[in-house]
Nanobody
Framework: QVHLVESGGGLVQPGGSLRLSCVAS????????MAWYHQAPGKQRELVAQ???????TYADAVKGRFTISRDNAKSTVFLQMDSLKPEDTAVYYC???????????WGQGTQVTVSS
């Protein structure tokens, strides 16, 4: 059974930083585009950042210059470094794995990020 397990969420003050991690198991990690989505209460799930198997990255406009996505294929792990956090970044953050060739997608269970003073 495939597992995507996120960690690193929590409560942080505005302007602070958090680093999210997502460890994947039972997939050939290098064949997947990895992404982070977030979902705030009452809102739809939205793409935050994405990284291809080759390392190309894409960011939502709202996080450009503040968040950095990276991956370690040897450890089957994707990271999201979040700096200069704002209250509007408060949401549940989900890890996503999408196979780069066939239609196959997996989701993690989510980790809560709360930005508040």
């Amino acid at each position: 059974q495939v597992h995507l397990v996120e960690s690193g969420g929590g409560l942080v003050q505005p302007g602070g930083s958090l680093r999210l991690s997502c460890v994947a198991s039972r997939i050939t990690f290098s064949l997947y585009t990895m992404a982070w989505y977030h979902q705030a209460p009452g809102k739809q799930r939205e793409l935050v950042a994405q990284i291809s198997s080759a390392g190309s990255t894409t960011y939502a406009d709202a996080v450009k210059g503040r968040f950095t996505i990276s991956r370690d294929n040897a450890k089957s792990t994707v990271f999201l470094q979040m700096d200069s956090l704002k209250p509007e970044d408060t949401a549940v953050y989900y890890c996503n794995a999408e196979h780069r060739i066939i239609v196959l997608t997996y989701w993690g269970q989510g980790t809560q990020v709360t930005v508040s003073s």
